[in-house]
T-cell receptor, first 111, second 115 residues
Framework: KQEVTQIPAALSVPEGENLVLNCSFT??????LQWFRQDPGKGLTSLLL?????REQTSGRLNASLDKSSGRSTLYIAASQPGDSATYLC??????????FGKGTSLLVTP | NAGVMQNPRHLVRRRGQEARLRCSPV?????VYWYRQLPEEGLKFMVY????????ESGMPKERFSAEFPKEGPSILRIQQVVRGDSAAYFC?????????????FGQGTRLTVV
């Protein structure tokens, strides 16, 4: 059974810092990995999708890497802003359709 | 382009009543998934549907819960005889192909409160 773990569970940083969120998964036979953002009381916003054959994806200030063999992914956020405050969720797909989610990292960026 | 639309956003039901949650996928998407998020828990897969077919319902409780995705109209998640433990946020996602191939997009969720 796939287990997805996200570390740290919570993170508070001052505005402008670069930061790294970690995601690990136990079963490396994944199809893809997706990072989401969830604001309080809201839905999920897709940030980046990395296919199993890819090593990284970039979108603006976000960069996600994937090391499938070691079961790890990182989300790098450059020059953090207060508007980045949210919960960041990592999810992997094993059997072709169901996303397996971690419990998320709650990020607070202070002005 | 409209994203995944879920309604209602908030739903309050008394114990024993029925809850019907609706999800309209992104236009052109024929794959729909339902997830449940309990307080302080991660999102858990419930059911995967394609038009008129349930592909995998392994994450859905065997009793009281059902889902459909008819040829016309939205996908419906139905919970009969709700209990307090059903209180949660229910999210619908859609994708153009199976989630193993393409990006999944989520709706804003329906927050069900059972009183």
């Amino acid at each position: 059974k796939q287990e997805v773990t996200q570390i740290p569970a919570a993170l508070s940083v001052p505005e402008g810092e670069n930061l790294v969120l970690n995601c690990s998964f136990t079963d490396s036979a994944i199809y893809n990995l997706q990072w989401f953002r969830q604001d309080p009381g809201k839905g999920l916003t897709s940030l980046l999708l990395i296919q199993s054959s890819q090593r990284e994806q970039t979108s603006g200030r976000l960069n996600a890497s994937l090391d499938k063999s070691s079961g790890r992914s990182t989300l790098y956020i450059a020059a953090s802003q207060p508007g980045d405050s949210a919960t960041y969720l990592c999810a992997v797909v094993n059997s072709g359709y169901a996303l397996n989610f971690g419990k998320g990292t709650s990020l607070l960026v202070t002005p | 382009n409209a994203g995944v639309m879920q309604n209602p956003r908030h739903l309050v039901r008394r114990r024993g009543q029925e809850a019907r949650l609706r999800c309209s996928p992104v236009k052109g998407h024929s794959h729909v998934y339902w997830y449940r998020q309990l307080p302080e828990e991660g999102l858990k897969f419930m059911v995967y549907l394609q038009k008129e077919n349930i592909i995998d319902e392994s994450g859905m409780p065997k009793e009281r819960f059902s889902a459909e995705f008819p040829k016309e109209g939205p996908s419906i998640l139905r919970i009969q005889q709700v209990v307090r433990g059903d209180s949660a946020a229910y999210f619908c996602a859609s994708s153009r192909k199976g989630a193993g191939d393409t990006e999944a997009f989520f709706g804003q969720g329906t927050r069900l409160t059972v009183v």
